[in-house]
C-alpha cells in the first residue's frame, strides 16, 4: 500500500514538473512571437552587398593586352582569350574574351592578378538562367554594367550587419544617415594619410634640430 502512494505521488511530482517545464518553454515560445520578425522580404528588400563582395565580373575589352595572366591564376584556367598574332605589328590582336559564370568559383584571383586592371568584381549576384551555356559570358555580356540594389527603384535596400551602426541587429528599424560602427575604408586610409603626414613632419622638424650646427653649437 506504502509502495502504491509513494508510485502515485512520485507521478505526480513528475507530471508538474513537466508541466512547469512545457509552460517555460511555451512562455519563451510566445515571447518569440511578440518580436518583429528579421527577415529580408526578397525580392521587394534586398541586402547591400559589402564593398568586397565578388559577384559577376566585370570586363573591360578596351584594357586587355591579352596577357593570359588571368587564365594562369585561375584555379580552373577558365578564362578564355581569344587572340591572334598580328605578324605586321608584332603584337597580339584580342578578338574575344569570356568567362563561363557557370563554372567560375568567384574567388577573385583573376581580378586581384590582372596587371592592366580591366578585370573587376561587382555586386551583381543575381545570374540565374535556364539555360547554361547562357551563362557564358563574352567580352559585351562582361563589360555592361552591373546591377545595383541602391539604385532599383523597386527595391528597398538593407544594411548588412556588420554595416549597422554599433548595438543594432535590425537594419529595419536603422535611420539610414545613421553612420555605421567603425570606420569606411576611406576613413581608414585618409586616417593613415594624416597619421603619415605628421610623422613626416615630426621627421624633418627632428632632422632640422640635429643638423642645424648653430642650433647644435648653442
Ligand atoms: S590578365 Fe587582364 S589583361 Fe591579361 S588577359 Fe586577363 S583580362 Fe586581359
Ligand atoms: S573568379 Fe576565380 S574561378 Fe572565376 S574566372 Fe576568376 S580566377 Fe577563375
Excluded at 564593398?51 to 588571368?70: L, M, S
Excluded at 540594389?149 to 539610414?176: K, Q
Aim: aromatic share 8%.
Amino acid at each position: 500500500m506504502f509502495g502504491f502512494l509513494k508510485q502515485v505521488g512520485d507521478y505526480t511530482r513528475d507530471a508538474v514538473d513537466a508541466a512547469r517545464n512545457l509552460t517555460q518553454g511555451l512562455a519563451v515560445t510566445f515571447d518569440h512571437m511578440k518580436r518583429r520578425p528579421v527577415t529580408v522580404q526578397y525580392p521587394y528588400e534586398k541586402l547591400i552587398p559589402s564593398e568586397r563582395y565578388r559577384g559577376r565580373i566585370h570586363y573591360e575589352f578596351d584594357k586587355c593586352i591579352a596577357c593570359e595572366v588571368c587564365v594562369r591564376v585561375c584555379p580552373i584556367n577558365l578564362p578564355v582569350v581569344d587572340w591572334v598574332m598580328n605578324k605586321a605589328t608584332k603584337k597580339k590582336e584580342l578578338r574575344n574574351y569570356s568567362i563561363d559564370f557557370g563554372v567560375c568559383i568567384f574567388c577573385g584571383n583573376c581580378v586581384e592578378y590582372c596587371p592592366t586592371n580591366c578585370l573587376s568584381m561587382t555586386e551583381e549576384y543575381e545570374l540565374a538562367a535556364f539555360d547554361r551555356h547562357s551563362l557564358n559570358y563574352d567580352n559585351v555580356a562582361l563589360g555592361r554594367l552591373p546591377t545595383s540594389v541602391t539604385t532599383d527603384p523597386s527595391v528597398l535596400p538593407l544594411r548588412e550587419l556588420a554595416y549597422l551602426p554599433a548595438g543594432e541587429l535590425d537594419p529595419h528599424v536603422v535611420d539610414p544617415d545613421r553612420p555605421r560602427a567603425g570606420q569606411r575604408p576611406e576613413q581608414v586610409l585618409a586616417a593613415m594619410k594624416s597619421a603619415a603626414a605628421v610623422s613626416t613632419v615630426d621627421a624633418g622638424e627632428s632632422t632640422t634640430v640635429t643638423t642645424d650646427p648653430k642650433e647644435s653649437a648653442e
